[in-house]
């Protein structure tokens, strides 16, 4: 009875291990996004490559931080078609002025 109990603790941890762990492709760390008018934050942790809308709604001027090891890319449009803006390398923090009602970020690997 105890070495089923001490084989099922091992497999529960194992896979408990593997199901809060980033991703293989994510980038390593975390990404934030802050209004400046309003101090309202967009806010990813190890996320993976893709394109995340952000719920910013108004004209504003905006600061990225960019605390990943991934180049992230700021859109004016929610599903990243728009052109690129402008991006920003890992370990950057950057302000812009945004000049759309929509803003999405794209997190490249």
């Known amino acids: 009875m105890h070495t089923k109990t001490a084989v099922l603790g091992a497999v529960l941890g194992t896979v408990l291990a593997f199901a809060t762990a980033a991703p293989a492709s994510a980038a390593t760390g975390t990404l934030d996004i802050v209004d400046n008018k309003t101090n ?22 905006y600061t990225i931080y960019n605390n990943t090891d991934s180049t ?29 009602l929509a803003v999405s970020v794209k997190v490249l690997s």
């Open 40 to 61: 309202e934050e967009f806010s990813l942790t190890n996320p993976r490559p893709d394109c995340y809308a952000t719920q910013f709604t108004v004209l504003s001027t």
């Open 72 to 100: 992230v890319t700021l859109h004016y449009h929610r599903n990243c078609q728009a052109e690129t803006t402008f991006a920003t390398v890992p370990a950057r923090s950057v302000v812009r002025d945004v000049t759309s």
